[in-house]
């Protein structure tokens, strides 16, 4: 079937309508699949106040029940996740396999923030004063307005949504120009978990569609607590200080250049498996897509000729058929940027449309030019190396700082990868690859990467506002530092 067709189809099984001047191209073949209507800043900035008179309402609304409302959408999420994960095939180009686990993805971080909901607590401080108490609470932070791309095209909106609904915070989501379709699906799946839900504000869980000027109305409302952005690096640096020029608060997810050190003790079934899914996996197109491979010369010659069979094998073609590993670049300006950093890409001819390539291996034994930049495509540099030290200073020297590891049977090695003195990014995996990060971390990087965090542990936390409490249950009024003052 076209994607087309198959979109048509989808998208009626998921309850989305409607069409507009916002087209929609599958990479699958290039043509379009669809389309919605595109926001005016008007719109835009309405959204934000309507967020802002919801937040008024929510924040009031217990935690406990917030996080009804996101078990809900995982219900909704669940019963969907087959044809929603096949709407992620024909907007992102991603394999069958890879759109259900961006589905699971979202899932399982439903499930996590409910859990979360009754675990936001504080502390109990030791007060200096007799007879006072000193707390620390975590209060809604306001509106969260969620930028995402194309490569996670519902995902990371699950990411950032389920924590800010549960933490009691309104989300207003700008995704992707090039996926709209699959965001006007998740909303559709909102909708009806919110009409279950009952009594949840209007303006709760907002989408704005459209590109640039859309985004930039979003980060310059003044009503957005906290902006929460995933994309490139240039994205991050023009959005950042607009945000912190009015005080907001932002979360950055930017840029990675991730690399992996195959020391000479390494299970070596296990690196090329775990390389293989980390640098040609999702096209080379996720931020945590392995970049930088880093050999140990005593077995580089054997690791490369085999990946280099192993590249030569991998199925590229349509993502819908079982046997694909590596489905089409999103674009035609994906494709001319690969080939940008490596004239000799490989085009594969599928059908009459969509960008398909070949992965790539390239050695060098400098780290300069295109090596330094994140390329959004599946280029994997090889570099050798020979003492341990050497092998951080080169996973380390690049400005990205996202995600890294190591293949060692050495706990020695293993152990000073994950120490302070080792991997300064922001993931650091011992015998598994950079990519396919759980939800149960912490998910994001240092340096250019933006030092924004999100997921599991305690990222929730940049969804609140930290209030500390000292409270006097006594009859006098001590000072702190025993300042005697008046009378
Ligand atoms: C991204 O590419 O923006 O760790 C996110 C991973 C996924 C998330 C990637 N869980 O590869």
């Not at 409302?69 to 996740?81: D, T």
């Not at 490569?151 to 709209?180: H, M, R, Y």
């Not at 400005?399 to 990014?425: P, Y």
Request: overall charge negative.
């Amino acid at each position: 079937m076209s994607p087309a067709n198959e979109a048509r189809e989808l998208l009626s099984q998921l309850g989305v309508g409607g069409s507009g001047g916002l087209e929609s191209r599958s990479p699958i073949d290039g043509q379009v699949i669809g389309s919605v209507a595109e926001s005016t800043s008007t719109e835009v900035s309405k959204a934000c106040e309507r967020g802002q008179a919801a937040f008024l309402q929510w924040r009031n609304v217990p935690a406990p029940r917030r996080g009804e409302l996101v078990r809900l959408i995982g219900e909704e999420l669940r019963a969907a996740k087959e044809p929603l994960a096949r709407l992620v095939t024909l907007e992102a180009g991603k394999i069958v396999q890879e759109g259900l686990g961006e589905v699971q993805e979202m899932i399982d971080i439903c499930d996590y923030a409910v859990g979360l909901s009754r675990q936001l607590y504080g502390l109990s401080i030791a007060s200096e004063r007799p007879n006072h108490r000193m707390i620390e609470q975590w209060h809604p932070l306001g509106v969260v307005g969620v930028i995402t791309a194309f490569n996670f095209p519902v995902a990371v909106w699950a990411w950032n949504a389920a924590l800010a609904i549960v933490c009691g915070d309104p989300v207003i989501w700008k995704p992707s120009e090039k996926t709209p379709l699959t965001a006007a699906a998740v909303m559709a799946l909102a909708e009806r978990a919110l009409q279950k839900f009952g009594d949840a504000p209007d303006g709760l869980l907002r989408c704005v569609q459209g590109g640039r000027e859309v985004g930039e109305a979003l980060v310059g409302s003044h009503r957005i607590a906290l902006l929460s952005a995933t994309g490139s690096t240039a994205m991050g640096r023009a959005v950042g200080p607009r945000v912190a020029e009015r005080f907001g608060r932002s979360l950055l997810e930017l840029g990675g250049n991730n690399a992996m050190i195959v020391a000479p003790s390494a299970d070596l079934k296990l690196a090329e498996r775990a390389i293989l899914f980390s640098a040609a996996g999702t096209a080379g197109q996720r931020c945590t897509t392995l970049r930088r491979l880093i050999v140990h010369e005593s077995i580089a010659d054997g690791l490369v000729a085999r990946l280099r069979e192993l590249f030569a094998r991998v199925n590229v073609g349509d993502p819908r058929d079982r046997g694909t590993l590596v489905g089409p670049l999103i674009d035609e300006a994906a494709f001319e940027s690969m080939r940008q950093a490596y004239p000799e890409t490989e085009q594969v001819k599928i059908g009459d449309g969509g960008f398909y390539v070949r992965p790539a291996i390239v050695e060098i034994d400098r780290q300069q030019g295109m090596v330094r930049q994140e390329t959004f495509a599946p280029i994997l540099y090889v570099l050798r190396y020979r003492e341990f030290e050497e092998a951080i200073d080169l996973n380390n020297d690049v400005v990205q700082g996202l995600s890294s590891s190591i293949f060692t049977n050495d706990m020695k090695e293993a152990e000073r990868f994950v120490t302070a003195a080792g991997s300064d990014c922001g993931i650091a995996n011992v015998n598994i690859g950079t990519s396919g990060a759980e939800i149960g971390g912490a998910f994001g990087g240092e340096k250019e990467t933006g030092g924004g965090r999100e997921s599991g542990s305690d990222s929730w936390r940049a969804y609140m506002r930290r209030s500390t409490n000292t409270i006097n249950y006594g009859n006098d009024l001590p000072l702190a530092q025993g300042i005697e003052f008046g009378v």
